[in-house]
């Protein structure tokens, strides 16, 4: 199982307010690629996923190397984000669901684990 430290960590960063700030037209492309999440933060999928649907992104760079040396495993995450619903009485925002994974190698060992965040991509803090 993933550990605990490290998922409880990026779903703190997850219900955390998050403004992406950016026009619908520029997230379109993100939408249709995997995003390297170099320090791990999946706000930026939930925020593409509210507005187009789905994002996807694998954690790279710095967080990988941390997630890495505190599992003591090479095993690749990656961050699916899909839009559920919109929340009513709050235009623009969504329930998004969070599930991270891992290659079909390492998925006895790190079985896939999922959330579901409220996400209002482009209110003010």
Request: with cysteine; net charge positive; charged share 20%.
């Amino acid at each position: 199982m993933m550990n605990r430290s490290i998922f409880l960590i990026m779903t703190v960063m997850s219900l955390s307010g998050f403004s992406i700030g950016a026009p619908k037209v520029d997230t379109l492309s993100l939408s249709k690629q995997v995003i390297p999440l170099d320090k791990g933060d999946p706000r930026p999928l939930m925020a593409i996923a509210a507005i187009h649907g789905k994002a996807r992104g694998q954690i790279t760079g710095e967080a990988a190397k941390i997630i890495k040396e505190r599992t003591k495993s090479a095993a690749p995450i990656f961050i699916e984000a899909v839009k559920l619903s919109d929340i009513e009485d709050q235009p623009g925002c969504a329930k998004v669901k969070l599930t991270y994974t891992t290659s079909k190698e390492y998925s006895a060992q790190f079985p896939a684990q999922s959330m579901d965040v409220a996400v209002c991509p482009n209110k003010a803090k």
